[in-house]
């Protein structure tokens, strides 16, 4: 059976995300760092006021967010422990189990699904012994880590990986073990992109050879973007996104109409950088710039943006 409709009415939180005719503070997503690696938080460069830290000082984070009223959430976890395969996932275990035990159902905690911050190659999958992507393992992988954090108490599961499959893959995963009310909002249309560096340095990511061509999305494509997100509709995913979120705009309203499933915008850390950068050099007013940048997003269709500005929403006049 399908619980796609009851997927979204969860909680409060996500029913907010989901709301059409108007622009709540829900809508806009938090991504936050934790690793294994930090005793005490380390700044991220190009993007303020986001920070790597361990699992005590993001329960801080989170504590103070909530009083601006930020309380959606994508974690991105860094294990101190890297390999090719048979990756361990307790670290990721502990830090969801404890920040959903601490805050329960205050926020909703999306993850993020990938293999690229646990592989000692930093790639998004597994390989062979000639380094060619074993597709079979891959999706069995992340489809462990999905049932993995699902396990913990994620709220909600979004792969960003780029493999052929893996939303199908997750989703059965899911199911079969009666986590079919957890949501998933995928990376449906993820760009190769040049505008991820400073996410790279945080998540610790940067591939040890090679780049992620062969499986992230060419930026000059638009009916293969538009193919991409088509399939993981069809795979089952809940919320379809663009990624990066500023240089996708032109994709929002094809997929929507494609797909009939609310799209959001990832407005990555380069384009962020970008806008807080040019503000420290004093070319504009930092504030005005973000508001317009997430009304550009919201106007192009954009349902959701995630944005590592989330936490700014109460000082730009974003409504509860």
Known sequence: MNNILMRLKKNNILRNMCVETTFLKDQLIQPIFVSENVNEKKNIPGIPNNYVMNIKDSLTQIENDLKDKCRNY??????????????????????????????????????????????????????????????????????????????????GISPSDMMDGRTYAIRKALDNINYNLIPIMSYSTKFASNFYGPFRYAADSTPAFGDRKQYQLDFRNKSEAIRA?????????????????????????PIKKKTGLMVGAYQVSGEYAGITLAAEKKLFNLDEALLESWHVMKRAGAQFIITYGARKSKDLGISE
């Open 74 to 155: 994508l974690i991105f976890i860094v294990p101190s422990n890297k390999k090719e395969i048979d990756f361990n996932l307790d670290f990721q275990q502990k830090a969801i189990s404890k920040i959903k035990e601490t805050f329960k159902d205050e926020i909703f905690l999306w993850a993020d699904v990938c293999l690229c911050s646990m592989t000692s190659h930093g790639h998004c999958c597994v390989f062979d012994k000639n380094k060619n992507i074993d597709l079979k393992s891959s999706l069995s992988y992340l489809s462990k880590v999905a049932v993995s954090y699902a396990e913990a108490g994620i709220d």
């Open 229 to 253: 997100s088509v399939r993981c509709y069809n795979e089952g995913a809940d919320f379809l996104m663009v990624k990066p979120g500023q240089g996708s705009i032109d994709l929002i309203e």
